[in-house]
């Protein structure tokens, strides 16, 4: 075997379609595009959901559901990962500042604290908001809670 005995394997390789070379190919006139219509058209796209002139089922399909627009989103952090990050750079303090620079919350974040999780060490902690059985786990180790 050489080089020049190399062949594609059978069947491998088709003949391009050869279209708009004139009537005598027998794919001249119209180059395979049928007569008139979109499709027939240069610079034809069809739109993402056509289905061919039915109506579009993004346009069937009713509108669903209810968004608010007033809706307040807090970033959730628990009580046993204020305890973890109190123990791991010994802080009695913790505020929403401290919780970024830890990377728990972005700069822009509203911080909820929630009551998950046990904690041990008296912390005076200033968030956004507090669930109910996170300020009273705060309160009863003689901690304070201060909402921003």
């Known amino acids: ?24 190919s027998g794919r001249g006139g119209t180059s395979t595009r049928g007569h008139k219509g979109a499709q027939s058209r240069s ?22 559901g209810f ?8 970033k959730a952090i628990n ?6 990050l109190a123990e791991s750079k010994s802080l009695s303090v913790i505020d929403v500042q401290t919780l970024v620079d830890a990377g728990l919350a972005s700069k822009n974040d509203r911080v909820k ?10 912390l005076e902690v200033k968030a956004h908001a507090f669930s109910k059985s ?3 786990a705060i309160e009863k180790l003689e901690g304070t809670t201060e909402i921003l």
Do not use: C, H, W
């Open 1 to 24: 075997m050489e080089l020049n005995n190399l062949k594609p394997a059978a069947g491998s390789v088709k003949k391009v379609k050869r279209i708009g070379r004139g009537q005598g």
């Open 43 to 64: 610079g034809y796209s069809r739109t993402r959901g056509f289905e061919g002139g039915q109506m579009p089922l993004q346009r069937v399909v009713p509108k669903f």
């Open 67 to 74: 968004k608010n627009v007033n809706r307040v989103e807090y």
């Open 79 to 84: 009580l046993d990962t204020l305890q973890t």
């Open 113 to 122: 604290i929630l009551g998950n999780g046990a904690l041990t060490a008296k």
């Open 134 to 136: 996170a300020k009273e």
